[in-house]
């Protein structure tokens, strides 16, 4: 009872903190880590602890696919090389040079265990990142970069790390079979996204129920993250993959369902992120708790891998700008205040948590595993500095190179995609009969009616008509609406899978059409 306590606790704490945020322009993940490990010092607080190996199943399915929704296909598809560099490169080069630090720093530690404290630390986390940068009005452009970044590199980073524990375990080399297993991985948990996705689609057509259509999409992120670690695959890859296919699997006439599915994922992100860093909190407490002073004497070695994960991350950055400038690319980071805000970005979270209390305690031959204690402590180091200490100066940082968004590249692209919504559902009210041997009166009320759609749809007037149609307009508007909305709708899902369109745009433009559908007159 005490755990469920706990637990109810810590999400009524997360509704607190997103108002204490607010107020205070700080990100609510990283004041609840806060107050979790502020809690644990109140004498006879109930300790909290997860299994290690439930930590990712748990939390991950749900929070990367939220984030993964507010994607696409056509944004992945022209970031490959962000991804390539960022998600994989990056992430192989920070393993070994941590590894290497690690195994001259600590004594006895051997190789295997140096390789997987790397891969411990070497992951940015998506949730981290997604609930602290996107909050703070930065760019779409190092957004979108981040984004990218993070959905993918706890995949390389896990199997990393599974090859190596399992090497430092039974005493013996990581295997020389990592590429092949994580290309092999990658391939069969894209497969399994890609199903998954249909399925959700045919599973939707088959229930009627909007409540429960948006449930399903809550139950597929583990269903696949599960099978997909059963096959040995990527459970972080099926999971991304399942989210951009449901989303490029949209069809125009599911208003409803996308107004609630998105209520829902809403609330059921937030209390999940609140809650997962809540739980790190109290999880931390406890390593630090269970480590006593022995803690102290470890400062030294966390210090170093902390400051060799933030050098590399900053040094990765920079190069990335040097070549993009050579090959005159465009995308981030393309001048050095972008270097410093995608720098500072490189969040540790769940992933790191996990994986260093996952970390074996025992031998193949039942012998005490000697570096345990270290490498626990100095994961929970990195994962401090790299998280706390940016989430809390992030907003200032962007304050101070004036990097703060305006918002206004958005707001043109959202008008450039109303005017597309518009010139559809022109083309298809042109095309029907609805408006054929209409009086002057009534072809000038459907144009009226047309204008206001595209001033709803930029946020100019609130959604809905001001006045109640006349009994004998009713009927007209009913279809004329009807005919113009879908294929406004069709439009933005069709620009939405369109390398030049910002998915987050797409849907707040397609979610003005999805509510104007909804007050539409009976």
Same mark, same amino acid.
């Given at each position: 009872?005490?755990?469920?306590?706990?637990?109810?606790?810590? =999400?009524?704490?997360?509704?607190?903190?997103?108002?204490?945020?607010?107020?205070?322009?700080?990100?609510?993940?990283?004041?609840? =880590?806060?107050?979790?490990?502020?809690?644990?010092?109140?004498?006879?607080?109930?300790?909290?602890?997860?299994?290690?190996?439930?930590?990712?199943?748990?939390?991950?399915?749900?929070?990367?696919?939220?984030?993964?929704?507010?994607?696409?296909?056509?944004?992945?598809?022209?970031?490959?090389?962000?991804?390539?560099?960022?998600?994989?490169?990056?992430?192989?080069?920070?393993?070994?040079?941590?590894?290497?630090?690690?195994?001259?720093?600590?004594?006895?530690?051997?190789?295997?265990?140096?390789?997987?404290?790397?891969?411990?630390?070497?992951?940015?986390?998506?949730?981290?990142?997604?609930?602290?940068?996107?909050?703070?009005?930065?760019?779409?452009?190092?957004?979108?970069?981040?984004?990218?970044?993070?959905?993918?590199?706890?995949?390389?980073?896990?199997?990393?790390?599974?090859?190596?524990?399992?090497?430092?375990?039974?005493?013996?080399?990581?295997?020389?079979?990592? =590429?092949?297993?994580?290309?092999?991985?990658?391939?069969?948990?894209?497969?399994?996204?890609?199903?998954?996705?249909?399925?959700?689609?045919?599973?939707?057509?088959?229930?009627?129920?909007?409540?429960?259509?948006?449930?399903?999409?809550?139950?597929?992120?583990?269903?696949?993250?599960?099978?997909?670690?059963?096959?040995?695959?990527?459970?972080?890859?099926?999971?991304?993959?399942?989210?951009?296919?449901?989303?490029?699997?949209?069809?125009?006439?599911?208003?409803?369902?996308?107004?609630?599915?998105?209520?829902?994922?809403?609330?059921?992100?937030?209390?999940?992120?609140?809650?997962?860093?809540?739980?790190?909190?109290?999880?931390?407490?406890?390593?630090?708790?269970?480590?006593?002073?022995?803690?102290?004497?470890?400062?030294?070695?966390?210090?170093?891998?902390?400051?060799?994960?933030?050098?590399?991350?900053?040094?990765?950055?920079?190069?990335?700008?040097?070549?993009?400038?050579?090959?005159?690319?465009?995308?981030?980071?393309?001048?050095?205040?972008?270097?410093?805000?995608?720098?500072?970005?490189?969040?540790?979270?769940?992933?790191?948590?996990?994986?260093?209390?996952?970390?074996?305690?025992?031998?193949?031959?039942?012998?005490?595993?000697?570096?345990?204690?270290?490498?626990?402590?100095?994961?929970?180091?990195?994962?401090?500095?790299?998280?706390?200490?940016?989430?809390?100066?992030?907003?200032?940082?962007?304050?101070?190179?004036?990097?703060?968004?305006?918002?206004?590249?958005?707001?043109?692209?959202?008008?450039?995609?109303?005017?597309?919504?518009?010139?559809?559902?022109?083309?298809?009210?042109?095309?029907?009969?609805?408006?054929?041997?209409?009086?002057?009166?009534?072809?000038?009320?459907?144009?009226?009616?047309?204008?206001?759609?595209?001033?709803?749809?930029?946020?100019?007037?609130?959604?809905?008509?001001?006045?109640?149609?006349?009994?004998?307009?009713?009927?007209?508007?009913?279809?004329?609406?009807?005919?113009?909305?879908?294929?406004?709708?069709?439009?933005?899902?069709?620009?939405?899978?369109?390398?030049?369109?910002?998915?987050?745009?797409?849907?707040?433009? =397609?979610?003005?059409?999805?509510?104007?559908?909804?007050?539409?007159?009976?």
């Amino acid at each position: 009872m005490d755990q469920l306590a706990l637990i109810v606790g810590l =999400l009524f704490s997360t509704v607190l903190a997103v108002g204490l945020g607010e107020r205070l322009r700080l990100p609510y993940p990283v004041l609840m =880590l806060l107050l979790a490990v502020a809690l644990t010092f109140i004498p006879g607080f109930p300790q909290a602890h997860i299994e290690p190996e439930l930590i990712l199943p748990l939390f991950l399915p749900p929070l990367l696919f939220a984030t993964a929704q507010r994607s696409s296909w056509a944004v992945f598809r022209i970031r490959w090389r962000t991804i390539v560099m960022f998600a994989v490169a990056l992430v192989v080069v920070t393993v070994a040079l941590v590894a290497g630090a690690a195994w001259l720093l600590i004594p006895g530690i051997g190789i295997p265990a140096a390789i997987a404290l790397g891969a411990m630390v070497a992951p940015p986390d998506p949730v981290a990142v997604e609930s602290v940068a996107g909050r703070v009005h930065m760019p779409r452009r190092l957004l979108t970069t981040l984004q990218s970044e993070g959905l993918f590199n706890d995949a390389a980073a896990i199997v990393i790390f599974q090859a190596a524990a399992a090497a430092a375990v039974t005493e013996t080399e990581v295997g020389s079979g990592l =590429l092949l297993q994580f290309l092999v991985g990658a391939v069969i948990a894209a497969a399994l996204g890609y199903g998954m996705g249909w399925l959700t689609g045919m599973v939707t057509h088959f229930v009627h129920s909007l409540v429960a259509r948006s449930a399903i999409t809550l139950v597929m992120p583990f269903a696949v993250y599960i099978l997909a670690e059963q096959l040995h695959a990527s459970g972080v890859v099926a999971v991304v993959v399942t989210a951009l296919e449901i989303k490029r699997r949209a069809r125009p006439q599911d208003a409803g369902e996308r107004i609630t599915r998105t209520a829902f994922w809403d609330v059921v992100e937030m209390l999940a992120t609140g809650l997962a860093f809540g739980l790190m909190g109290l999880e931390m407490r406890e390593v630090i708790q269970e480590e006593g002073t022995a803690v102290f004497g470890m400062a030294g070695m966390a210090a170093a891998v902390c400051a060799i994960v933030v050098a590399v991350r900053f040094g990765w950055m920079a190069l990335a700008m040097w070549i993009g400038r050579r090959r005159e690319g465009v995308l981030p980071p393309t001048s050095w205040k972008d270097v410093l805000i995608l720098s500072w970005c490189g969040m540790r979270g769940l992933a790191t948590l996990a994986l260093a209390l996952s970390m074996p305690a025992t031998l193949a031959d039942g012998a005490e595993f000697a570096p345990r204690q270290e490498i626990t402590v100095i994961a929970c180091a990195v994962l401090l500095v790299t998280l706390v200490l940016p989430g809390l100066t992030l907003p200032w940082l962007m304050k101070v190179l004036g990097a703060q968004a305006t918002g206004a590249e958005e707001r043109e692209a959202a008008v450039v995609l109303a005017g597309r919504a518009q010139e559809a559902a022109v083309a298809a009210l042109q095309d029907s009969d609805v408006l054929q041997d209409l009086p002057e009166d009534k072809v000038e009320l459907v144009k009226a009616r047309m204008k206001r759609l595209r001033a709803e749809l930029l946020g100019a007037v609130p959604a809905g008509p001001r006045r109640k149609p006349r009994d004998e307009e009713r009927e007209l508007l009913a279809a004329v609406q009807t005919i113009a909305l879908a294929a406004a709708r069709q439009e933005v899902l069709a620009a939405r899978n369109e390398p030049d369109t910002d998915p987050e745009v797409a849907d707040r433009v =397609l979610r003005q059409l999805d509510l104007r559908t909804l007050v539409m007159p009976d």
